[in-house]
Antibody, heavy 121, light 108 residues
Framework: QVQLVESGGGLVKPGGSLRLSCAAS????????MSWIRQAPGKGLEWVSS????????FYADSVRGRFTISRDNTKKSLYLQMNSLRTEDTAVYYC??????????????WGRGTMVTVSS | QTVVTQEPSLTVSPGGTVTLTCASS?????????PNWFQQKPGQAPRPLIY???KKHSWTPTRFSGSLLGGKAALTVSGVQPEDEAEYFC????????FGEGTKLTVL
């Protein structure tokens, strides 16, 4: 079945780095935009980053631009998020989501279960 | 800073109808914002319900519908079930996607 599984979360000190991964299965990964969305404990959702199906166009929220890098490996059906210069406010569950964009539609239609990132000294 | 506003909380009786709304600080919400709606229960990932204002995913129950209402995006739940108690988030697309703060729906 269609599935996204995130990994790589954990506890890291402020200023540290972490790399998240998202493994896709059950669909043609290389046909879709992919995104990361996060949710701080007890808070709402925040879009973090997206990239197109080829990985040639990337988009970032202002809060992470210059610190986070999104990438993908279509041969491995995997999405990544390299997070550098982490701050306490980056503490959140990070979700991987399949995205589709066309002239008539925008959506995040498939979500993983998330991986927790805790930034604390 | 663009703000997407939702009702913080709503209460509805089982079998009733409730409408949640999603407003934009930039003005009226239109189809060009591609409104999306998500349901989230405690400890679970968000579950997409509606995209592009009114389109349903294959798994969306028929009692959920999306529309534009009075300059806002709206999610209507008709014939509310106890299992509909959850947090509901809307999403609007500007230059980048922006979520609302969520509406906690209580079924009582």
């Amino acid at each position: 079945q269609v599935q996204l599984v995130e990994s790589g979360g954990g506890l890291v000190k402020p200023g540290g780095s972490l790399r998240l991964s998202c493994a896709a299965s059950g669909f043609s990964f290389s046909d879709y935009y992919m995104s990361w969305i996060r949710q701080a404990p007890g808070k709402g959702l925040e879009w973090v980053s997206s990239l197109n199906s080829f990985g040639s166009a990337t988009f970032y929220a202002d809060s992470v631009r210059g610190r986070f890098t999104i990438s993908r490996d279509n041969t491995k059906k995997s999405l990544y998020l390299q997070m550098n210069s982490l701050r306490t406010e980056d503490t959140a569950v990070y979700y991987c989501a399949r995205s589709f964009y066309d002239s008539d539609n925008r959506a995040f239609d498939i979500w993983g279960r998330g991986t927790m990132v805790t930034v604390s000294s | 800073q663009t703000v997407v506003t939702q009702e913080p909380s709503l209460t509805v009786s089982p079998g009733g109808t409730v409408t949640l709304t999603c407003a934009s600080s930039t003005g009226a919400v239109t189809d060009s914002y591609y409104p999306n709606w998500f349901q989230q229960k405690p400890g679970q990932a968000p579950r997409p319900l509606i995209y592009s204002t009114s389109k349903k995913h294959s798994w969306t129950p028929t009692r959920f519908s999306g529309s534009l209402l009075g300059g806002k995006a709206a999610l209507t739940v008709s014939g509310v079930q106890p299992e509909d108690e959850a947090e509901y988030f809307c999403l609007l697309y500007y230059g980048g996607p922006r979520f609302g703060e969520g509406t906690k729906l209580t079924v009582l």
